[in-house]
């Protein structure tokens, strides 16, 4: 039932049993056009490693290939690196994908729809679920890409970006697409509490008892001696120790800490 | 009375004329500490200026200050790194800041809130319009932030990425940062089509002169051999040509390769 569904979205024509041999591999494939530099092609396969990005293709990079430079820079990234394939020319590279972007920062003369990364990658998932498989081309390091090979792509991609310095490094761009593929699918919170296996957030009972603890202190040390203005001091104290969120362990060290404050004014 | 509401939702004591000489610097702050390659600190640089972040400051850069390697690798970004500022201490780096975030790849023994780049650019917008400044802490390359830096910082940042693969270059966790708080502040339309000064999308009219051209000269040229056949056919053809979004322009270019080859044929 599920199937009948899912296939009834996907576009006539891109089974998923066709692209037999890629089924596991996930996310564009990435496309680096003539690369000048081993240690630039190197940050790019980290930043796809980085990313969960896998699958890199080399068109006619200037450097030999293997190259110790991209090696080295990887740092790590080596399963990027010597899986990636190198072809001579664009068409070859992508002639196995049904979906291609082209990045570039420059507007070109031509009528091509423009996407965010943000957008693009929205769009990759869903065709992604149909078997429709699609690559990101990048352009060389000084030059970015010819307007041939743009002329190949789908889309052009173009990171938003401080428009009076939007030259990126190669690998930034690389990140800036993979780092958006990897939003899309990580459930990560957007904000969580990490706290140490060995204790957990102190419940209000253990809150109550360090709040009676420091004001029966400070009562005793004559700190409330405008009474009438005990009700809103001792309001404003548990404020700020409220927002604190305290764990069980910090409730313990704090009540010690009053504990040998006081020993040390009473002796 | 907007000023009114604005100060009704800013944190007392953070009111915008204190921080009177920053007031047009927008964005967080970078805190590269004890960062090793000057390099490192250019690409950082030039990824704070591709988002449009300006104050970079350095605590005990291993290598001399100013440092050629550095604004060699910023490519361009000069601007960022000779503003940069040099402190002894983590401590007197982030003096004038009232909240400040620490990032880090791996889980520290501690309670501490850690939130997303994404979630992290919004709180720091929001803080920004009550006048709170915000930093960022990037602790060294191979190392990362000493647990002693983490205790300053308020909240933890942490780029989700790869679990396999979370080592993330210096200038890269930099750029995750400034991407998503120039993304924030930018109005970029997730897809837009480019369409060059000299043309225009086509209107209907035009696109139906294209089609009633090429299917009369279809129907003269024999295609619709099987009659039933032609409705359909027609409807895919318009369909696709639809699809294409054509030019003014386009359409023209396409009406005289309609012709051109009609006359082949004819000849």
Not at 93 to 101: E, N, R, S
Request: hydrophobic share 40%; net charge neutral.
């Amino acid at each position: 039932m599920a199937l009948t569904l899912l296939r009834r979205k996907c576009v006539a024509g891109t089974d998923r049993a066709e692209g037999s041999d890629d089924t596991l591999v996930t996310g564009p494939v990435v496309v680096l056009i003539e690369p000048q530099l081993g240690e630039n092609i190197g940050m790019a396969a980290r930043a796809m490693m980085n990313c969960g990005l896998t699958d890199m293709r080399l068109v006619k990079p200037r450097d030999e290939w293997p190259n110790q430079y991209a090696e080295a820079a990887a740092s790590g990234a080596t399963m990027v690196i010597e899986r990636a394939r190198v072809y001579d020319t664009t068409e070859a590279a992508i002639a196995d994908l049904q979906m291609v972007y082209a990045t570039t920062a420059r507007s070109r003369d031509m009528t091509t729809e423009v996407v965010t990364p943000r957008e693009a990658v929205v769009r990759m998932k869903k065709d992604e679920t149909c078997g429709v498989r699609s690559g990101v081309m990048f352009g060389k390091e000084a030059k970015g890409l010819k307007n041939d090979d743009v002329a190949l792509a789908n889309s052009i991609l173009t990171v938003p970006l401080n428009p009076v310095f939007t030259s990126l490094n190669l690998a930034q761009a690389v990140f800036a697409l993979g780092y958006e593929w990897f939003q899309l699918g990580t459930e990560t919170e957007d904000a969580v509490l990490a706290i140490p296996k060995e204790t957990r957030l102190a419940n209000k009972m253990e809150l109550q008892g360090l709040f009676d603890h420091l004001e029966t202190e400070l009562d005793d040390s004559g700190f409330f001696h405008v009474l009438e203005k005990k009700p809103t001091m001792v309001r404003n104290i548990r404020n700020v120790l409220q927002r604190a969120r305290f764990t069980e362990q910090e409730v313990r060290t704090f009540r010690g800490i009053i504990t040998s404050l006081v020993k040390k004014r009473k002796s």
